[in-house]
């Protein structure tokens, strides 16, 4: 605090000890933030909260410059806003649609501490980026919580999945129906992420951002949800048809699907995490599909992403075996054509080089004693959308 205003109002509490205050944080001054939480009794109060009240400023001036500047398209990973639609040499025929502002969260909900700028503090640098954590029996019911929500919001979601819907309805059903059970949607500005969950249509193979444009019929349309609840997260998505979709769609999802179910049917303590992407490698290429490489399963806990890496491609280096207590999730992206992606210029749509359709399904798991337990597996009223399961 370079230099403190004198508060005029002598009611007012210090922000960090709650002793009458008489100086102003003079940032706040210049951005008009409410006077209740910028008044300092001191300096040396002022300097102890600093780390923590400078996150103040950041989200004021990313609710000025982002949250209220609806209907625009997204920009630098979330972190700003054009009116005109981006150039780039797109490979398929989807375009980005502009994106409406920021969903809100309610006070009572428990935040990750990335909720308010964006930026994760505990999980770059934690240890458990490098150990795949052993979780305790208490920290194991809290994932089965927060797992059956997940599991939960996504079905909701599944069930207005229908041709002339758009994407951003999509993300306010996901995320109304998170903050309906006191939970968080993990993704909400996740590194700026700007939805509470990806929707990832045609050529896109993950991180898609719901916007303004209408589903068709004939497309397919991944939901990757994942919700905070009770200090951890669950974490799944599926892949839905949308109206009357072509056979070779049908084929590349049905694929997908298969290709994460014989993953998980070897999942059992001893198993190196290399063997899965051997499995889902297999089974893609005998079915004429190929397998994305540039983004694999994780970790999942308290953290959102950790150890271990799962990587779906074969040949690959995971390092490490299964034991009795992880979690993590597998969700193989399988491509019609070939496995490589390109970025669009939002810095979060990863799409296939050459413009063909991808599909991806995930859950979260945990390994047991004697095999894997499904912690977002579906549930007897899940839609019944995958004919497949049917037959």
């Known amino acids: 605090m370079a230099g403190g205003s004198e508060a005029s109002d002598s009611t007012l509490c210090c922000a960090r000890c709650g002793e009458p205050a008489h100086l102003q944080c003079p940032k706040c001054v210049e951005l008009k933030l409410p006077r209740e939480g910028a008044a300092f009794c001191s300096q040396d109060c002022f300097r102890a909260s600093w780390t923590s009240h400078k996150a103040v400023h950041l989200k004021a001036k990313?609710?000025?410059?982002?949250?209220?500047?609806?209907?625009?398209?997204?920009?630098?990973?979330?972190?700003?806003?054009?009116?005109?639609?981006?150039?780039?040499?797109?490979?398929?025929?989807?375009?980005?649609?502009?994106?409406?502002?920021r969903r809100t969260v309610p006070a009572h909900i428990d935040l990750p501490d990335w909720a308010i700028d964006g930026v994760p503090k505990i999980e770059p640098n934690s240890d458990l980026q490098h150990v795949a954590e052993i979780k305790t029996?208490?920290?194991?019911?809290?994932?089965?919580?927060?797992?059956?929500?997940?599991?939960?919001?996504?079905?909701?979601?599944?069930?207005?999945?229908?041709?002339?819907?758009t994407t951003d309805e999509i993300d306010e059903v996901v995320h109304q129906t998170t903050i309906a059970a006191g939970a968080y949607p993990s993704p909400l500005n996740y590194h700026f992420f700007p939805k509470s969950c990806c929707t990832s249509i045609n050529e896109v193979i993950c991180h898609g951002i719901p916007d303004a444009r209408k589903l068709e019929d004939g497309d397919i349309v991944?939901?990757?949800?994942?919700?905070?609840?009770?200090?951890?997260?669950?974490?799944?998505?599926?892949?839905?048809?949308?109206?009357?979709?072509?056979?070779?769609?049908?084929?590349l999802v049905q694929c997908t699907y298969e290709c994460l179910d014989k993953a998980i049917s070897i999942v059992k303590p001893g198993v190196r995490f290399r063997e899965i992407g051997e499995v889902i490698n297999r089974h893609a290429s005998m079915s004429g599909l190929s397998v994305v490489r540039s983004y694999c399963g994780h970790g999942i806990g308290e953290l959102f992403h950790c150890a271990p890496n799962i990587p779906h491609y074969g040949k690959n280096k995971a390092v490490g075996v299964m034991k009795a207590g992880q979690t993590f999730t597998i969700e193989p992206m399988i491509n019609a054509g070939v496995w490589r992606d390109q970025m669009w210029p939002d810095g979060w749509t990863a799409v296939t080089a050459d413009g063909k359709r991808s599909?991806?399904?995930?859950?979260?798991?945990?390994?047991?004693?004697?095999?894997?337990?499904?912690?977002?597996?579906?549930?007897?009223?899940?839609?019944?959308?995958?004919?497949?399961?049917?037959?």
């Open 62 to 101: 990313l609710s000025s410059s982002v949250s209220d500047e609806g209907w625009q398209y997204c920009l630098r990973k979330g972190q700003s806003r054009t009116q005109k639609l981006p150039y780039f040499d797109w490979t398929g025929t989807l375009r980005p649609f502009p994106i409406s502002s």
């Open 222 to 251: 991944n939901v990757d949800v994942t919700v905070y609840y009770k200090g951890v997260h669950g974490d799944l998505n599926e892949t839905y048809f949308v109206g009357n979709v072509d056979e070779a769609s049908r084929h």
């Open 137 to 165: 029996p208490e920290l194991i019911e809290r994932m089965r919580e927060t797992c059956r929500i997940a599991r939960e919001v996504l079905d909701a979601a599944a069930r207005v999945i229908r041709p002339g819907v």
């Open 359 to 391: 599909a991806q399904f995930e859950h979260t798991l945990l390994v047991t004693e004697t095999g894997v337990e499904v912690l977002t597996a579906r549930l007897p009223s899940s839609p019944n959308v995958f004919p497949w399961l049917n037959a």
